[in-house]
């Protein structure tokens, strides 16, 4: 699992537990926040031997900045109104949270001597401006949340110990060649609900980016974008206008095992445009406009995980899903949806799911979910 994944879960889990010391302040249905109480938790579980972080003694005179609460190298700093970033955060601090301010601008010293930072909280504020030097003193910075703001570019000069980042619901037309050049601990980069569209992908926007899991959700991409890390395992396009997989399309993508495309307006997949992602255990590809089963999934050893629904499939060949022989299919189906689509259920074959786990895993009936 990845550890976008797991913040998310934990996320989910702790905000149902009752109020702790570090229990985030105003955390909003609309999902805007960071729970830090996840995070501090991840945090444990990325040090080696996690004493460093919970034996934490407390020092003789500990500053704090005034109205933040500052417990074991966290200082929470959320909901109190700030428009700009404290200039007294303690130097050994591990995680900042500063969500839910009216932030507008990261300056140049913000975040000075912060050697150790962990996790930096910066969602839900008014910040359009950071300036390109502000998060070079943040040498080991692993996780940087910058969701629900203005920003217009990812920031330049990322730290090189960056895993994951989170830049969610920005104003982002344009990511600049070289961005995250030097990035090669990333794991995950979230990129959603920004007006980004293939046009504002310069040549080599990723180039010199180590990562597994990206999305660009939300978005205005008409096309599969062509330049993105090669590295990925999971590829998250969906709410995007992308019609066709085109042939080449999915070349460099070889490792990926996740691929999302739901919600698009896809008509077309070209013949062979699933050939290179050989790896794939999970197509989402529901709520398109296809008119029928793509061609290339009986190859498709490890697949899985196939997402239909919602197209305007109006037939299924009995050869559309499962190779002739048995031998050829690593891994059997587990979930295939085929329901809303104008196909006459009745005259799918049985045999169509020859290499489906289980009944329950297809989902052919008429009904919407
Ligand atoms: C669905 O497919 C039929 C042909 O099978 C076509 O006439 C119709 O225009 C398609 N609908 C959409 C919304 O593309």
């Known amino acids: 699992m990845h550890l976008c994944m797991i913040t998310l879960l934990l996320g989910g889990l702790a905000a149902t537990s009752q109020a702790s010391p570090f229990s985030p302040r105003g955390l909003s249905p609309l999902g805007k926040t960071v729970d ?24 003789a005179f500990p500053s704090c900045p005034f109205g933040c609460q500052c417990n074991r190298k966290v200082v929470q700093c959320s909901d109190l109104g700030l428009t700009s970033v404290p200039y007294d955060i303690p130097a050994d601090t591990r995680l900042l949270d ?26 839900n504020n008014l910040i359009s401006k950071v300036h390109p030097r502000a998060f070079l003193p943040l040498v080991g910075l692993q996780k940087l949340y910058l969701s629900h703001n203005r920003l217009t570019t990812v920031p330049r000069n990322l730290p090189s110990s960056l895993v994951e980042l989170r830049i969610h619901d ?41 990562l597994n899991f990206l999305r660009i959700s939300e978005a205005k991409l008409t096309a599969i974008p062509k330049d993105l890390p090669d590295s990925l395992r999971e590829l998250h396009l969906d709410h995007n206008q ?4 085109g042939q080449e399309d999915l070349t460099h993508y070889g490792e990926l095992y996740r691929l999302g495309l739901g919600h698009n307006r896809l008509r077309r997949i070209e013949y062979g445009g699933l050939y290179y992602v050989q790896s794939l255990r999970e ?17 498709m050893k490890h697949l899985q995980v196939v997402y239909l629904h919602s197209n305007n499939i109006s037939k299924v060949e009995v050869d559309a899903f499962c190779p002739s022989s048995f031998s050829v299919k690593k891994t059997f189906y587990n979930s295939i949806s085929l329901y809303d689509n104008p196909v006459r259920y009745w005259e799918v074959q049985p045999a169509t799911f020859r290499c489906v786990s289980d009944r329950q895993a297809v989902q052919l009936g008429n009904y919407k979910k």
């Not at 504002?200 to 180039?207: I, K, M």
């Not at 992308?242 to 997989?245: A, Q, R």
């Not at 709520?287 to 009986?298: E, F, I, Q, T, W």
């Open 170 to 210: 920005n104003n982002i037309k344009k990511i600049e060649s070289r961005t995250f050049a030097g990035l090669h601990k990333m794991n995950c980069i979230e990129l959603g609900r920004n007006p980004i569209r293939n046009s504002g992908l310069e040549a080599g926007a990723f180039d010199g980016l180590n």
């Open 242 to 245: 992308i019609h066709t997989i």
């Open 283 to 299: 197509l989402h590809l529901h709520h398109n406009l296809l008119s029928s089963v793509p061609a290339g999934l009986p190859e």
């Open 98 to 123: 500063l969500q839910g301010n009216f932030i507008t601008e990261i300056r140049e010293n913000d975040f000075k001597g912060l050697k150790d930072l962990y996790a930096l909280v910066l969602v």
């Open 36 to 59: 830090v109480r996840s995070l501090m938790l991840l945090m444990m579980n990325d040090q080696e031997d996690g004493s460093g972080f919970v034996d934490f003694e407390m020092p």
